[in-house]
Structures are given as structure tokens and as C-alpha cells.
């Protein structure tokens, strides 16, 4: 299992919400920058940004912060967050972005996802965000009627290779992983699966990598400094 140190952006600085409301933000201490150096140095063998403001408004937003990013660490980078068109998802694929993260595009748009998936394959993901078992759209802001399983089975007939699955409920909250929802996930498709949301400890790091599953993406925790990065990564190499 790989591990994926996230870096949520508002307004061009990091910053971490609390169940995916934006009144309740936080900020993070140093640029966007200066933490990807960070965690690239602390050995993160893949980073995770998210354009928050992008996903609100349904476009680019902070995507000349993310760009540098990408084009100054060697590891590679995952964007989401507003990319709702495919040449967004172009303009991020052809200036050092490694793969894009579509949300409310992949509900919403069949035909952008097909088309992207035969244009860039394992370069596309989607993100899976959920509460209450249905999928959320919109920056979260936007409930629909996809149950999460159905939705993965759905992105894995189209051809999708991974998905980001966060349960909005536990973001942010650093109240442990839903280990029960991910584990039905996995019995019921053959994706790859990166978790999201929740992961306090170690522990929890542990509990996520005898599952199985391809990764698993850390914030608050290494922020509020209930885990360590280096220490995580060392784990799932070991085992």
C-alpha cells in the first residue's frame, strides 16, 4: 500500500476541513510548496492536492500553485477539485500533473469520462465521496441517489483503474477509517482503491494495510502530528 500526504488548497493556501465543511477550516502552517518538499523528502512516494475552491465552483482555481508543485518534486502528483471539462484534464496531464481525480464530472458527464479514460487511461481516477452510503457531488455540498458500491461497479465496467473513496463523515475528524464500508468495497470490485478520511495513528495505517488496498491518504493526522509520514511509509514497505 502506498502512502499519499494530502494537501487541501483554499484561496492558494493549505488548509484542512472538518467533514467537508468549509466553515469549518483550518489553516496549515507554510506554502503549498514547502510541504510537498517535505513530504517528498520524508520519502511520500505519491502526493495528493485538492483544489477545494475549484470544487466549489466547478472549475480551476488555485491550478498555477498546483502546476508548480508538480513540475518541481520528482514524485508524482494526484489533482483533484473543478476539473470538469477535458481540457482541464489535459492542461493538468501535460504540465507534470501524473493523474487527475474527477468527482462531480464522472456523475454527471458519461461521455467526458469515456472519452477521458480512452484518451489517458490509468491517468484518470475518480473520486468516490460518500456519507450516509450515497455519493456525494459539488465539493460535497451536493447529495445524489448512487449508492458508493453500485458507483465503483459503474467506474470499473467503464474501464476506471483507481478510486479515491472518502466517507465524508469521518474527514477530517481523525476519528479512525471506515474499515466495514471499505472492506464490503473491496469484496465487491477489483479496482484499485485508495482510502480517504479518518486515519489518526499508525494504527489505523496497519488496520488499512491488511486490507489490501492500493493506498491510503493521510492530512489532519501528520498536521495535528498524530502520525508520523516516515513512520507510515516505513510500515507498508516492511510489510
Partial sequence: MIILPAIDIIDGLPVRLYKGDYNQM?????TILDLAVVFEKEG???LHLV?????KTGKLV??????????????PVEVGGGIRTLEDITYYLENGVERVILGT?????????????????????VGVDFKDDYVYGRG??????????????????LGVKTIIVTDISKDGTLEGPNLEMLNRLKDEVSIQIVAS??????????????????????GKAMYHKTLDLKEAIQLTKEV
Avoid: C
Fill in 140 to 157: 460535497w455540498l451536493q447529495s445524489s441517489d448512487l449508492h458508493y458500491i453500485d458507483f465503483s461497479k459503474y467506474l470499473e465496467k
Fill in 44 to 46: 511520500a512516494p505519491f
Fill in 105 to 125: 464530472s464522472a456523475m454527471e458527464d458519461e461521455n467526458l469520462l469515456v472519452t477521458a479514460l480512452a484518451q489517458y487511461g490509468e491517468r484518470i481516477a
Fill in 197 to 218: 478520511g479518518g486515519i489518526k495513528s499508525i494504527d489505523d495505517i496497519r488496520a488499512l494495510n491488511d486490507l489490501k488496498l492500493y493506498g491510503a491518504i493521510t
Fill in 51 to 55: 483544489d477545494l475552491d475549484g470544487a
Fill in 26 to 30: 483550518e489553516s496549515v502552517e507554510g
Fill in 62 to 75: 488555485n491550478h498555477e500553485k498546483i502546476i508548480e508543485v508538480a513540475k518541481t518534486l520528482s514524485i
